[in-house]
């Protein structure tokens, strides 16, 4: 991981891009029901799920979105996820209600692309 990485999302996804290191960025796309209007939110993932920045605003969301990540991340292509927070309680966490939709996208520089090949 390049040493110049920050807390901050874009300020990740740059480093990660300007030292040719692949990643996954989430955005929250839209809110649906009673959890909090938290479009926008954005957050930089590791190819394993791990966060590397950011966050999308629902701890309850995060192992679900985590996985999301990693099968994106080994398709190599776009999805939008819808994570529902109605049903039970997920790793100590009550959920609030509603569900998040979710667009994840894995990012591989040019450079990343060439090594592989």
Known sequence: MPNNITGDPIGV?????????EFVLTLVIGPMGLVDDESGAMAIFGGDGSV??????CPCAEPTLARAV??????????VVDIE???????????????LRVYVEAVVPIRAVADEH
């Open 85 to 99: 927070l109605n049903e039970h309680v997920f790793d100590d966490c009550i959920p609030c209600g509603g569900s």
């Open 70 to 79: 990693v099968e994106c991340f080994r398709r190599q292509s776009p999805m």
């Open 13 to 21: 996804a740059a480093a990660l891009i300007e030292n040719k290191r």
């Open 52 to 57: 590397l920045a950011g966050g999308i605003g």
